[in-house]
Structure formats: structure tokens, C-alpha cells
């Protein structure tokens, strides 16, 4: 049964950086495409980056830029970097499949943006 774990949210400055960490285990991690998601308040869950296994990455156009995606495949994790954080980056984030299975979201990490 596939687990996946979300760790690294917090409180972040504006103009700051964040890294997210996301641990997989009980699937085979190599055959997946992988996700970042967020959720703000009120707001439809959305894609914030994505990686296939080969590496290819996308990203939303809001993040582009200023973030980037990575993945471990000998840890079976992936991270996103995040810099220059705005406000309207708070939310939870989630890591998921892309797209995402319904059955693979877990708690996330709340991110904060603030003074």
C-alpha cells in the first residue's frame, strides 16, 4: 500500500525559501510521475509541480522560476525548492502521483507566510 509522507512546512518570510520533502514507500516509486499539490483556504487543490521518472519537469506559472522540483529515486523521495516566497504561497502542500490517485493523499504540510 503506497504511503506518502510530507515534511518541511513551517513559517517562511516573504522574499524567503522553503524545502519540501516528500517520503514514498510501498509502491514502486520508478514508475511513477510525481507531484507537488497545494490547497489554500477556499481555494481547489492545485498542481505546483510535477517530475516524471525521466525528470522531466512543469510547473505552475506562478512558482516558475523560483522553484524547482527533484527527486530521490534511491530514497523514494521527492523535494520541492521554493524561493523568493510570496504570501499567496501559503497553503497545504501535498505530494501526490501526477495526477494524483485519490487514495495517495495524506496529511501535507502547512506552509506559512508571514513577518
Known amino acids: 500500500q503506497v504511503q506518502l509522507v510530507e515534511s518541511g512546512g513551517g513559517l517562511v518570510q516573504p522574499g524567503g525559501s522553503l524545502r519540501l520533502s516528500c517520503a514514498w514507500s510501498?509502491?514502486?516509486?520508478?514508475?511513477?510521475?510525481m507531484g507537488w499539490y497545494r490547497q489554500a483556504p477556499g481555494e481547489e487543490r492545485e498542481l505546483v509541480a510535477g517530475?516524471?521518472?525521466?525528470?522531466?519537469?512543469t510547473f505552475l506559472d506562478s512558482v516558475k522560476g523560483r522553484s524547482t522540483i527533484s527527486r530521490d529515486k534511491a530514497k523514494n523521495m521527492i523535494e520541492l525548492q521554493m524561493n523568493s516566497v510570496k504570501p499567496e504561497d501559503a497553503a497545504v502542500y501535498y505530494c501526490?502521483?501526477?495526477?494524483?490517485?485519490?487514495?495517495?493523499w495524506g496529511q501535507g504540510t502547512q506552509v506559512t507566510v508571514a513577518p
Open positions: 501526490n502521483t501526477w495526477p494524483a490517485y485519490d487514495q495517495y
Open positions: 510501498g509502491g514502486i516509486f520508478s514508475l511513477f510521475s
Open positions: 517530475i516524471t521518472p525521466g525528470g522531466v519537469t
